[in-house]
């Protein structure tokens, strides 16, 4: 069945690339407008558009933002699926947790797209004694609502915690990871990986928050650790109703590039070799051939701005690559400069393995909601900038 979701039209040149490489040789690609520049060794120019054409103002830009969703769509994470044509929500009764200072609410969305129905349980979590409208963290969870401890740092701070249960709009697991949640909702139309469906998710509780008077819907931050974190970074580029995006040591395929390896970082054949699902599934073509990637992740924290980002990152967490996401970050900055939104990316190293670090969520949020003053380790540099990177800089 033909994806109703991708872009039409028939690029010859990508045809012929698959043809060479004998990927589906019998099936034409139809990317369409997100045709493959030459091969690049240094990250590609972000303000290049697809016709050779170069961003020159700011206005120009939101077409070229509209080439790099696609990009990202066509190649790695496959097609964001549309909103259901209905959602209703069923808020359960308030509990309080005295102990502890919150009030927790399992809503459950039912989610309806022709005729059939997805359930989608979110967890939130106020704190008790907070005036609202409140600020919202939203972040995927297995379905249990997250321990005090590990919400505190949001919490004691004012913050709500809106907790997404991902398992049930994409499960993470190899042998079924097709089988349930947005793939039965909506059928073969889909040709998105887990790391777009739990975008998706976030963004269906972010259509619910909404609708609730007690949260303020202009500071909504999607946050994630690992694997969570690549889908928050997905979330956050595909969806400007987020006012600020925190990935946690996403690593490969999330803050990271893949043509900038250090040390025994994750590599492309590493993560699609594991983890195929998370993807579209011609994306490993480009194992051994990074070069002849159109994108990088520098493209998509691009796609963030001019809406705040901040990276965090563990000099100790080697297999995440955080050198490389230092790099991301120099080359996204380009584009945050061209926006006149230089001060709202931030990276903040720390000398930790791979745990999170909510604390310097907290403190980015509160300078970029609240104006209040910010360390000065955010923005430091924990690597020597790498020379190959990029030549580009934005147009003057």
Not at 26 to 34: L, N
Not at 159 to 185: C, H, K, P, T, W
Not at 246 to 270: M, Q, T, W
Not at 372 to 394: H, V
Request: glycine letters at 8%.
């Amino acid at each position: 069945m033909k994806n109703r979701f991708a872009l039409r039209g028939t690029c010859l040149a990508i045809a012929v690339f698959l043809t060479c490489c004998a990927v589906t040789a019998a099936e034409p690609d139809d990317r369409g407008s997100a045709a493959a520049p030459p091969a690049t060794k240094e990250l590609p120019n972000p303000f290049v558009c697809a016709d050779g054409s170069v961003v020159r103002t700011p206005a120009e830009w939101q077409r070229r933002r509209g080439e790099l969703k696609s990009l990202f769509e066509d190649y790695e994470y496959g097609h964001l699926p549309p909103k259901p044509e209905k959602m209703t929500i069923t808020r359960g009764d308030a509990q309080e947790d005295a102990a502890n200072g919150v009030t927790r609410e399992a809503w459950k969305l039912n989610l309806k797209h022709d005729g059939k129905t997805l359930v989608v349980d979110v967890n939130l979590t106020l704190p008790k004694q907070a005036d609202g409208p409140l600020p919202v963290v939203v972040q995927g969870a297995f379905g249990r609502p997250g321990q005090p401890d590990r919400l505190s740092a949001f919490i004691d701070h004012g913050y709500a915690v809106a907790e997404v249960n991902f398992m049930q709009v994409a499960s993470d697991n190899r042998e079924q990871a097709r089988a349930s949640g947005i793939y039965e909702l909506f059928g073969d139309d889909l040709d998105c990986g887990a790391l777009m469906a739990w975008a998706w998710g976030m963004h269906r509780a972010i259509d619910a928050l909404e609708q609730d008077d007690r949260i303020d819907a202009g500071k909504i931050v999607v946050t994630g650790h690992s694997r969570y974190g690549k889908a928050a970074l997905v979330a956050g580029a595909f969806d400007e109703r987020i006012a600020l995006t925190v990935p946690s040591h996403s690593g490969c395929a999330g803050s990271a590039p893949f043509r900038f390896i250090y040390g025994n970082s994750e590599k492309l054949h590493n993560i699609v070799g594991a983890f195929p699902y998370w993807f579209r599934s011609d994306f490993n073509r480009f194992v051994g051939k990074v070069d002849e990637l159109p994108l990088d992740q520098h493209l998509l924290k691009a796609l963030v701005a001019p809406r705040a980002l901040l990276a965090t990152e563990g000099t100790e967490d080697a297999w995440t690559n955080p050198e490389g996401s230092q790099l991301t970050n120099l080359a996204a900055a380009e584009v945050y400069k061209f926006l006149g939104a230089g001060d709202r990316l931030s990276i903040r190293f720390r000398p930790v393995g791979h745990i999170p670090s909510n604390e310097d969520l907290v403190e980015f949020a509160d300078h970029v909601f609240f104006g209040k003053p910010l360390s000065a380790e955010f923005g430091q540099l924990a690597y020597p900038q790498e020379p190959n990177g990029f030549r580009w800089t934005a147009p003057q």
